[in-house]
């Protein structure tokens, strides 16, 4: 009992798992929607973390290059299954402010947490900008290509014909050689040095177990002792069982909930689902900012940005299509005016290598704001 | 008399206190609302330099935080009173345009003489583009948070609904926030380090008077005699009192003038109102400039556009809605374009760190243009 | 024999003068307007590339002034005649397709292609963020100050009026200004050190003439003969007049090829026109790239679309007046767009100082999809 007791104080965010059975009460017994919706939302929460702690595992196993490509894949696993289930349940729009919603709260919730907090306990903090800048204008350039149908879809009219259609597959595929370049150059310059983009999540994740563990080695006795490769699987397995099951729930509840509080599905795509797919991560970046540790907390913010961009989004263009509900590139004209915002502050904030609580307070009050706008008005 | 000559000889701008008089003249005897508009504009100059010269001694006797304070409140005074009357008037599309202008006179007009003349003189000039770019990228967050209602008002079509002014009043809350934040941080950073953003305009012009005095050594006899609390007051009245009443024959005379000349009410809020109310302001970078202090140069403009977003537009959507005249941060198609092109601008130009003449004509060519544009192009 | 087998073995673009007669062969023998399009795009090539050296030859003679001054006028030549024939067969579509389609040429694919070939083979590149900055920054206000007709044009609805002329024009004589205080300001500079903005193609060339002797010394003897002054000028003279005769012929063919292959005008004139008046000098950036001089490499890219900007748009506003069939500088909303980023894309990777292979592809990449989405949408 002690034990648990200290588990929970040192992981708060797994009491969320006692959520698990009570969402799925919730269901069974009816208990209403909205309980349905908030019980199975809080219970992704702590399993999406553990999807990312076990791909952590197995990367001690497979070496660095299937583990820098499981990284790749299972980064986002939690979001990719909520926006896979709600393809089939046909919520497109849904989908797409998820992936908006995703690379907004990386650049303006978490780099804005990142630095409000890390400089109010530590002033001014630097970090690498050559590295940083880099990332950014990766993202800059990721983004744009991604916008690209939307805007010819806009300037010819809204019906989606065949040609935004095949832009749509042309964007999703020429998205996909980029980030196995992206992977390819990884691997070849972390031979020399450890500075490639795109490789972030892998050594940066690493790095931070290291980071983390040292400020935590009174608990753990000063070994680490990750887990099992069977563990590993096995909690991988259930981790992603289970966030395929609440995703079912979640995404079941959406429309409903919305009907009934009165606030739009758009601001549940944009601010909630990327929320509920990436607090863990968001704490991460987070605590290392506090560690003063900022290279990491950037690196990690932009370089989930970009895997958002040139990974996630044009995977769900083609599954989407393959479960016959083809999901096309247009993002309305909010979602292009946030993503071009937020990746634009990311560059800018991001060559400039210095950071400061106002800055951070900045980007808090630009996501305030939108998510203020996306909350009062209707869609 | 010879003193009197010596003293305009060296203060120029005040020979336009003369135009008080014949202002008052022009409108009780009815020479037309033309002659009314042009005199009270002319003689709102020298009061503006008036407001700032008596805020800045005032400064001497308050110490530097309420000194900073008074600074932040006084430093746009006249074209807070300006825009105060305009909203009384229901003048709101005048108000939004000198807020725009505002800013946009800022970073192009301001900037582009002070690197003009200045590289005119010196060749190429250096300042210090950490400090620059980061109260820079402060601009870029505040205008883009500025602009947020806007395209959201614009994507729900031209009704102004109630969400939009609640997004408004949010917006503006968020902004004086912020704006508090900045004061904070200033005097935090300003006890340790002198480079605090937006502490600008206090620190700047207290080290401009320094600078100014010391090209002018042989007039001043060395010693420097900061005008008496008791005259400060006593300025600092009078001249807002002169700007309040000349502020209500020029608002007055708007609608007229406008209609008779044929030029567009956009235009005179654009271009003419920012002029009138800050011609002394920009001078005093321009000076700076051409003494080679090419970094104080830039702060002014800076800070002062930053001022204009942080704390005249939100001060006046507050100001308005209890003068039951609410304005909403609705700006149309072409104020959100110049704003951000124009803080984009500041933004690549502060971070490059060096100016010459020709960045200097060719922020002055944008300006140009799009003053052309505003005056060619019905609204 | 061998000679001539030696000199296309080193200059193999030449083997394109053979399209030459072809050309005429397939108007005068009517082959269909397919095959004269094709191959006067291929004869027009060569025929570029020689306007480029003689005009470098010439300079040799004139000194730097007047050579500067050649360049400038000279090193656009090909696309300015093709653009101004297609101004008289009212093509005026064509033709604004066709600026904008050099300025993306220009960031997008041969910066992209400089960038990935020179990294493939040298891994990271450096060069001068300083300078290649500078230039971009002053590209990115001349394209602002292109867009500002357009933008206001847009705001007023469809009707070209007056004012847009009058705007246009205003624009453009502003543009010309600017691109001499450039010439001055490249003159100025250079006496003292070799770095003026815009001076780049003068001495970016002769420097280029030497490294790309030392590359070929064991062909060269050692010895370099540039052209007589008689042969620069008849080589000049001969290519112009081709030149000019291939224009005629392609330009008359693009409606019939547009309407039989179903492709639009638009991609004629924003793919295709760019590419055949500029491959010699694309193929040079490239060449340096590969040569580790990148320097030279962005220079070259960034100089290039800073000519279009600021001298050839602006010149055949004022051309199309006197030909009675006015361009406008009202670009389409496609365009704006990939003007605005592809500019923003050259300042950030510029402002950089840093290219490796990835981010060439990554340029290249946004350049494909823009040619994509220009194909597969109607105009």
């Known amino acids: 009992m002690k034990k648990i007791t200290a588990y929970?104080?040192?992981?708060?965010?797994?009491l969320l798992l006692l959520a698990i059975p009570l969402a799925l009460m919730a269901f069974w017994l009816e208990w209403g929607e909205l309980w349905v919706f908030i019980l199975s939302a809080l219970a992704i929460v702590p399993l999406a973390g553990y999807i990312g702690e076990s791909t952590e595992a197995l990367t001690f196993y497979t070496g660095p290059r299937i583990g820098g490509l499981l990284n790749a894949t299972l980064g986002n696993a939690a979001e990719l299954i909520i926006t896979i289930v709600a393809i089939r349940e046909g919520?497109?729009?849904?989908?797409?402010a998820s992936i908006t919603g995703s690379i907004l709260g990386n650049v303006l919730l978490v780099l804005g947490m990142a630095f409000l907090l890390g400089g109010l306990r530590h002033g001014e903090q630097?970090?690498?900008s050559k590295h940083a800048g880099r990332n950014a204008i990766l993202l800059l350039l990721a983004v744009i290509a991604l916008a690209i149908p939307s805007l010819f879809s806009h300037s010819i009219g809204p019906d989606t014909s065949l040609p935004v259609e095949a832009l749509s597959l042309g964007v999703a595929a020429t998205m996909i050689v980029l980030y196995a370049a992206g992977l390819i150059y990884g691997y070849k310059t972390t031979g020399m040095q450890v500075d490639g983009p795109l490789e972030a999540p892998v050594g940066g994740n690493a790095e931070l177990v290291r980071i983390v563990q040292k400020s935590h080695r009174t608990d753990d006795k000063g070994i680490h002792s990750p887990w099992s490769l069977r563990t590993a699987l096995i909690v991988l397995g259930l981790a992603t069982v289970g966030v395929a099951v609440l995703s079912e729930l979640l995404v079941g509840a959406v429309e409903p909930v919305v009907a009934s509080l009165g606030i739009s599905e758009f601001f549940v795509g944009i601010i909630l689902i990327p929320i509920i797919g990436n607090v863990a991560e968001h704490l991460v970046a987070v605590k290392v900012a506090m560690l003063n540790q900022m290279d990491l907390g950037v690196e990690i913010?932009?370089?989930?940005?970009?895997?958002?961009?040139?990974?996630v989004a044009p995977i769900l263009v083609f599954i989407s299509l393959l479960m016959g509900n083809p999901l096309q590139l247009i993002f309305n004209q909010f979602e292009l005016l946030a993503l071009i915002v937020g990746v634009l502050i990311a560059v800018f904030v991001s060559q400039d290598g210095e950071s400061n609580?106002?800055?951070?307070?900045?980007?808090?009050?630009?996501?305030?704001?939108?998510?203020?706008a996306f909350f009062l008005l209707p869609f």
Chains 1, 2, 3 share one sequence.
């Not at 929970?8 to 797994?14: A, D, E, G, S, V």
């Not at 609580?357 to 203020?372: F, K, N, T």
């Open 8 to 14: 929970f104080r040192k992981h708060p965010l797994n």
């Open 91 to 96: 919520l497109l729009d849904l989908v797409k």
């Open 126 to 128: 630097r970090f690498d």
């Open 301 to 311: 913010a932009i370089a989930s940005s970009l895997q958002v961009a040139l990974f």
């Open 357 to 372: 609580w106002l800055e951070g307070a900045e980007l808090l009050a630009v996501y305030v704001i939108l998510a203020l």
